[in-house]
């Protein structure tokens, strides 16, 4: 958790139209896609550029010390604590913009487990904190990867599971990837009340 969300740009949704625009004005307009992203898929996140919230393409997903899998989430109780952690998110924090994520929940008497789309109430975008860093692929090329910062979850998500993405309000972009002493109290507080429905 969070292992899926989603990046939609319908005409409504105007921010996410202005991230997805420029990150293809400025890398291609092959450099992601748009709809449900998995991890290891190339998604935008924002960082701040001369003063300025810049979108660029980045892969989700550290690469396990061990060579096997994909590190995706990191616990905010521990992340900074913790060797892989520590250094990008005191140094080079992003937030990971979006339409929702995914959880999933069995319910009694059926075979498969039903699928929920999480948002905030009455927004189009949900803002995901989390943190950058650059690693050596197979190559030996330099690439640069992101995980996503979690936290207990609040009475809107515990009976779907028990961690929650910590999320930022719009206006708190800027100041979760410039100042500390921000980033500490985001990291300590408690999720936002969310919104949920099945999705297909």
């Known amino acids: 958790m969070c292992g899926r969300y989603t990046v939609f740009a319908e005409e409504e949704i105007i921010e996410m139209q202005a991230i997805?625009?420029?990150?293809?004005?400025?890398?291609?307009?092959?450099?992601?896609?748009?709809?449900?992203?998995?991890?290891?898929?190339?998604?935008?996140?924002?960082?701040?550029?001369?003063?300025?919230?810049?979108?660029?393409?980045?892969?989700?997903?550290?690469?396990?010390?061990?060579?096997?899998?994909?590190?995706?989430?990191?616990?905010?109780?521990?992340?900074?604590?913790?060797?892989?952690?520590?250094?990008?998110?005191?140094?080079?924090?992003?937030?990971?913009?979006?339409?929702?994520?995914?959880?999933?929940?069995?319910?009694?008497?059926?075979?498969?487990?039903?699928?929920?789309?999480?948002?905030?109430?009455?927004?189009s975008m949900l803002y995901m904190a989390g943190m950058v860093d650059t690693f050596k692929v197979a190559d030996g090329a330099a690439r640069d990867t992101f995980v996503i910062l979690t936290t207990a979850a609040n009475a809107s998500m515990s009976p779907f599971h028990d961690r929650i993405p910590v999320i930022l309000a719009p206006d708190e972009r800027e100041e979760w990837l410039g100042d500390d002493g921000f980033m500490r109290l985001v990291l300590a507080r408690e999720g936002p009340e969310l919104a949920w429905a099945k999705a297909g």
Do not use: Q
């Open 20 to 123: 997805i625009s420029e990150v293809s004005a400025r890398f291609g307009p092959e450099a992601i896609k748009t709809g449900e992203f998995f991890p290891t898929n190339t998604a935008p996140i924002l960082t701040l550029n001369d003063n300025r919230l810049a979108p660029r393409p980045v892969v989700w997903g550290f690469p396990r010390w061990d060579g096997k899998g994909t590190i995706i989430n990191a616990r905010s109780e521990t992340a900074l604590e913790k060797r892989m952690f520590s250094k990008p998110l005191l140094t080079r924090r992003c937030v990971i913009p979006s339409t929702g994520f995914y959880e999933w929940l069995h319910f009694d008497g059926k075979t498969k487990k039903d699928k929920f789309l999480f948002r905030r109430p009455g927004e």
